[in-house]
């Protein structure tokens, strides 16, 4: 029997998720082609195509689905499923599956890192000691500690819930936003997503990206935070009006941010690169040895379960 035609647009680097893939599916590699011959090598296809793997900052819009007739089922090797066009495929009654739980410690771990990256100044530091500004004596400011202070989350799901579980021992106080409330939480919810800045040394932001959560963190939440306040996003780019950040930084009116994701990755704004109150990673936040081969396993899971038969494992 034929195997299923499934189109790949992003690699897994797992290679035991990969040589499974390629074991139980007829695999056409979008990623393996340059961008400019992409559409035509998805055009000589397309008729066949039965599934879409593809991540979360790739996704896939209502243009595409449209040139794939056969399409029974969405493989999506991500959590975040923002830039996947639910409406058109639910339209079509195609199914979706995404990554939920698999990565959750590894974002928290990296939330964690870039909070205490951020307040304790960790790349000037980092800085300071190979300039040799150490030797001769330079000048240094103290920074401020984390004990007693408060963290705000938006988005208190399990990935907001891990990181505040991580930050606990540090003596640190929380509260949230979501437009839901979490019923017998310990952890007090703030009637807005100002309020929760506004109470907040940190924001810590773990909302999916909707229109409604589009530019929430604008120029009057980065305020509310205040000149000690730390932005840190590990959750979309989308979720910030970025000018507003680059200013209430440069104006001294936002402490700091540290961000794992942008607006229109992998392009960074300049100015978030140029100024000292930054700390910036390239959306690593699920980028383990350990994680991706979790996430590859499940989405390879969720592919095999369709063609099995079966229920999805993780179905969006
Ligand atoms: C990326 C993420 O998708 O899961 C998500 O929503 O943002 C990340 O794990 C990753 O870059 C996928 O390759």
């Not at 950040?245 to 992998?266: I, K, T, W």
């Amino acid at each position: 029997m034929s195997k299923p035609d499934v189109l790949v647009f992003a690699q897994s680097p797992s290679t035991a998720v990969m040589s499974q893939l390629a074991l139980q599916f007829e695999c056409h590699h979008v990623w393996q082609y340059p961008a400019a011959q992409q559409s035509s090598m998805i055009a000589a296809v397309a008729a066949r195509i039965r599934a879409v793997w593809t991540v979360g900052p790739i996704g896939l819009d209502a243009g595409l689905i449209a040139r794939l007739p056969r399409l029974e089922v969405v493989v999506v090797n991500s959590v975040g499923v923002d830039k996947i066009d639910l409406p058109a495929l639910a339209a079509r009654g195609i199914k979706v599956s995404n990554t939920p739980g698999v990565l959750t410690d590894d974002v928290a771990d990296l939330a964690v890192l870039l909070l205490l990256a951020a307040q304790r100044r960790l790349p000037a530091m980092d800085a300071y000691v190979r300039r040799g500004d150490w030797a001769t004596g330079a000048r240094l400011q103290p920074a401020h500690g984390l004990r007693g202070k408060t963290a705000g989350i938006f988005g208190f799901g399990r990935i907001g819930q891990a990181i505040a579980a991580r930050l606990a021992p540090f003596g640190m106080e929380f509260a949230y936003f979501q437009p839901r409330a979490i019923d017998g939480s310990a952890v007090p919810r703030a009637a807005s997503l100002l309020e929760l800045a506004a109470r907040s040394d940190y924001l810590i932001l773990c909302a999916p990206a909707t229109a409604a959560t589009r530019h929430a963190v604008d120029a009057e939440v980065l305020s509310a935070l205040g000149p000690q306040g730390v932005l840190v996003n590990i959750a979309r780019g989308a979720l910030v009006d970025e000018a507003a950040l680059v200013a209430a930084l440069a104006e001294g009116r936002l402490g700091a941010a540290a961000l794992d994701v942008f607006e229109d990755e992998p392009n960074v704004p300049a100015p978030l690169c140029a100024l000292p109150n930054t700390v910036l990673t390239p959306h690593i936040g699920s980028l383990t040895v350990e994680t991706r081969h979790a996430m590859g396993q499940l989405t390879l899971d969720n592919l095999c379960a369709h063609f099995s038969g079966v229920p999805l494992l993780t179905s969006v």
